[in-house]
């Protein structure tokens, strides 16, 4: 039995086209303009010209629903993960912070029960590790307690426990050991990414030729120009324009960038090295005054206003409380960001930054059937993962 969407508003990874998308079982079997050839039993679904899009690759969120992923259950996991889903997420790379040892041993264990548990949520690759080889002058809300340099010793404790459950890892790379850290990274299939850094441009271009080639969410927490003897060098914001195969994610909340600095990145970077992300806490998808950014038990008490997490003192934002829905609403809405590039970026673009975009990312046949529908204002009406409805409905008017 086949299922067909028809007359859907498809968005592809350069245009938006009037037609249908066929599944057979877990992949999209086809895709085209006009009608499918239906065939008894088969199951379809008139959208009526409301939007098809792949589903949203999230590839940097601490948790949501009132849950952190530090939390080191499965059940916070699931939850978590459900609640972005709801927002249109059908991948998922839970974000992990610095902290004591056995704190990041336990989100490993959330995570494996949580693929194994859970059969109606996102799918979840593996794990980003923030930290906690960070640069503390560029902590951000990170607790300097828990950042330190690289240890060989500890970090291969690390990747031999999550034995493949680690996928992205966050450092920064003017560290010392930090070369021979991303090395040891890349061996293991595990993607490094600068962040959290003060590096300069011959440390930045050092760690490319190392092979680390994204950049965590630029402007945050890192370095940007400075002066010295009155000659100036860049930092890794100028970095990663000038070195044009560095890929970026940025916080498209509206809040951690300006719209029109969200514009400049687009136009300079490109759809195709440009990722959204929302680096969400746990208050994401909730109505709260107050919530806690990485585990209840050592986690840093924060604020929330102007729909943004703050840190106590207001000085510092500490996360966003952003879904990846919102993330395409602002760059369509406010950045003016035509809609199939700002699905692009929120999909191929961060399936491909992690490796998977031969799997997921796009409406194409032969990927994995993990699918959205929306509205003009991005309002997610229904999900589906590995050929399977798992939150709401494709059936025009529910």
Same mark, same amino acid.
């Given at each position: 039995?086949?299922?067909?969407?028809?007359?859907?508003?498809?968005?592809?990874?350069?245009?938006?086209?009037?037609?249908?998308?066929?599944?057979?079982?877990?992949?999209?079997?086809?895709?085209?303009?006009?009608?499918?050839?239906?065939?008894?039993?088969?199951?379809?679904?008139?959208?009526?010209?409301?939007?098809?899009?792949?589903?949203?690759?999230?590839?940097?969120?601490?948790?949501?629903?009132?849950?952190?992923?530090?939390?080191?259950?499965?059940?916070?996991?699931?939850?978590?993960?459900?609640?972005?889903?709801?927002?249109?997420?059908?991948?998922?790379?839970?974000?992990?912070?610095?902290?004591?040892?056995?704190?990041?041993?336990?989100?490993?264990?959330?995570?494996?029960?949580?693929?194994?548990?859970?059969?109606?949520?996102?799918?979840?690759?593996?794990?980003?590790?923030?930290?906690?080889?960070?640069?503390?002058?560029?902590?951000?809300?990170?607790?300097?307690?828990?950042?330190?340099?690289?240890?060989?010793?500890?970090?291969?404790?690390?990747?031999?426990?999550?034995?493949?459950?680690?996928?992205?890892?966050?450092?920064?790379?003017?560290?010392?050991?930090?070369?021979?850290?991303?090395?040891?990274?890349?061996?293991?299939?595990?993607?490094?990414?600068?962040?959290?850094?003060?590096?300069?441009?011959?440390?930045?271009?050092?760690?490319?030729?190392?092979?680390?080639?994204?950049?965590?969410?630029?402007?945050? $927490?890192?370095? /940007?120009?400075?002066?010295?003897? *009155?000659?100036?060098? #860049? !930092?890794?914001?100028?970095?990663?324009? &000038?070195? +044009?195969?560095?890929?970026?994610?940025?916080?498209?909340?509206?809040?951690?960038?300006?719209?029109?600095?969200?514009?400049?990145?687009?136009?300079?970077?490109?759809?195709?090295?440009?990722?959204?992300?929302?680096?969400?806490?746990?208050?994401?998808?909730?109505?709260?005054?107050?919530?806690?950014?990485?585990?209840?038990?050592?986690?840093?008490?924060?604020?929330?206003?102007?729909?943004?997490?703050?840190?106590?003192?207001?000085?510092?934002?500490?996360?966003?409380?952003?879904?990846?829905?919102?993330?395409?609403?602002?760059?369509?809405?406010?950045?003016?960001?035509?809609?199939?590039?700002?699905?692009?970026?929120?999909?191929?673009?961060?399936? $491909?930054?992690? /490796?998977?975009?031969?799997?997921? *990312?796009?409406?194409? #046949? !032969?990927?994995?059937?993990?699918?959205? &529908?929306? +509205?003009?204002?991005?309002?997610?009406?229904?999900?589906?993962?590995?050929?399977?409805?798992?939150?709401?409905?494709?059936?025009?008017?529910?």
């Amino acid at each position: 039995m086949s299922v067909h969407f028809v007359n859907a508003a498809l968005i592809y990874p350069d245009r938006i086209e009037q037609g249908f998308v066929t599944v057979e079982g877990h992949k999209i079997q086809a895709a085209g303009t006009g009608f499918p050839q239906v065939n008894r039993g088969d199951q379809v679904f008139d959208l009526r010209g409301k939007y098809l899009s792949p589903g949203f690759v999230e590839i940097h969120s601490h948790g949501a629903g009132g849950c952190d992923f530090m939390d080191g259950t499965a059940e916070a996991v699931i939850t978590a993960a459900r609640t972005h889903l709801q927002h249109g997420t059908t991948t998922l790379f839970p974000t992990t912070l610095a902290a004591r040892r056995e704190e990041i041993f336990n989100s490993i264990d959330g995570l494996r029960s949580a693929r194994r548990i859970m059969t109606d949520g996102p799918e979840l690759p593996g794990l980003h590790m923030e930290g906690p080889y960070l640069n503390p002058k560029q902590k951000g809300a990170i607790d300097e307690r828990y950042i330190r340099n690289p240890q060989r010793e500890e970090y291969e404790e690390f990747i031999f426990y999550g034995e493949g459950a680690i996928s992205r890892w966050t450092l920064a790379p003017e560290l010392p050991g930090a070369m021979e850290f991303a090395r040891c990274l890349i061996d293991h299939g595990i993607v490094p990414s600068m962040g959290h850094t003060d590096a300069e441009y011959s440390q930045v271009l050092e760690a490319y030729h190392n092979g680390i080639s994204h950049v965590t969410h630029l402007y945050s $927490a890192m370095s /940007g120009m400075v002066r010295k003897g *009155g000659f100036r060098y #860049p !930092g890794l914001i100028e970095s990663a324009f &000038c070195i +044009d195969d560095l890929t970026v994610e940025v916080i498209a909340d509206g809040c951690h960038l300006p719209v029109e600095i969200l514009e400049m990145v687009y136009r300079i970077k490109g759809p195709g090295k440009m990722a959204l992300t929302c680096d969400s806490m746990r208050c994401a998808g909730q109505n709260v005054k107050e919530s806690v950014l990485g585990s209840l038990k050592n986690g840093q008490r924060v604020i929330i206003e102007d729909d943004v997490a703050k840190m106590p003192d207001r000085m510092a934002f500490a996360g966003s409380i952003a879904t990846d829905d919102r993330l395409v609403r602002v760059m369509y809405r406010q950045a003016r960001v035509p809609l199939w590039d700002c699905v692009r970026m929120m999909s191929l673009t961060p399936a $491909a930054i992690m /490796g998977i975009g031969d799997q997921v *990312g796009s409406i194409m #046949p !032969g990927k994995t059937a993990n699918l959205i &529908c929306f +509205d003009e204002d991005i309002r997610i009406s229904a999900a589906m993962v590995r050929g399977n409805v798992v939150y709401g409905s494709f059936e025009s008017g529910k």
